[in-house]
């Protein structure tokens, strides 16, 4: 049982690059998200997916797209790639319920956009 | 106005000695309330949960919720060097998680 596993681990991005994060849980929650975190801001949230086939905006979407591929699956593109993006991405799962539950967090993405 | 305050910190405790972190929120209607530990370079690690007013034990930790006050706190009893993190309040509310900016934990031996 891997948990939340992203993909890759380091990456870098010259400005105007595309990239896609992979995300993937074997936990059979329903709800996905999409986070980044700056140094002194916390977590922020990018997107999420409250069940297979919807995805909804968080705090910061702009220059973000998401695919929720199947329950497992959640991605996170980046179009045009610029410095302020530059950041660690966290990918999290939790269970259903409609009074909120536990995240369980994967391991991140540190990017860096030159 | 943030959904989430938290102080920033450097909280310094001795090893041993009580931690008490503290948290805001803004939105009454919010509906369940989390602690994460986050290590540097490491993913949040949820260490405790709390959903109605009062205080709720987990070992050396203990979370209490006042929803009247918007204030959630978590204390950590006999706090030991491996406890130095940041710590992340984080409120659930319509299916989004808001996260504090966190409060930097140091345990001093």
């Known amino acids: 049982n891997a948990g939340v596993t992203q993909t890759p681990k380091f990456q870098v991005l010259k400005t105007g690059q595309s990239m896609t994060l992979q995300c993937a849980q074997d936990m059979n929650h329903n709800s996905m998200y999409w986070y980044r975190q700056d140094p002194g801001m916390g977590l922020r949230l990018i997107y999420y997916s409250a069940s297979e086939g919807t995805t909804d905006k968080g705090e910061v979407p702009n220059g973000y797209n998401v695919s929720r591929l199947n329950k497992r699956e959640f991605s996170l593109r980046l179009e045009s790639a610029a410095p302020s993006q530059t950041s660690v991405y966290f990918c999290a799962s939790s269970p259903p319920s409609s009074g909120g539950v536990e995240q369980y967090f994967g391991p991140g993405t540190r990017l860096t956009v030159t | 106005q943030k959904e989430v305050e938290q102080n920033s910190g450097p909280l310094s405790v001795p090893e041993g000695a009580i931690a008490s972190l503290n948290c805001t929120y803004s939105?009454?209607?919010?509906?369940?309330f989390f602690w994460y530990r986050q290590y540097s370079g490491k993913s949040p690690e949820l260490i405790m949960s709390?959903?109605?007013?009062g205080d709720k034990e987990d070992g050396r930790f203990t979370a209490q919720l006042n929803k009247a006050s918007q204030y959630v706190s978590l204390l950590i009893r006999d706090s030991q060097p491996s406890d130095s993190a940041t710590y992340l309040c984080?409120?659930?509310?319509?299916?989004?998680?808001?996260f504090g900016s966190g409060t930097k934990l140091n345990v001093k031996p």
């Open positions: 939105d009454r209607g919010s509906q369940s």
């Open positions: 709390i959903y109605s007013n």
């Open positions: 984080a409120v659930f509310n319509f299916n989004k998680f808001y």
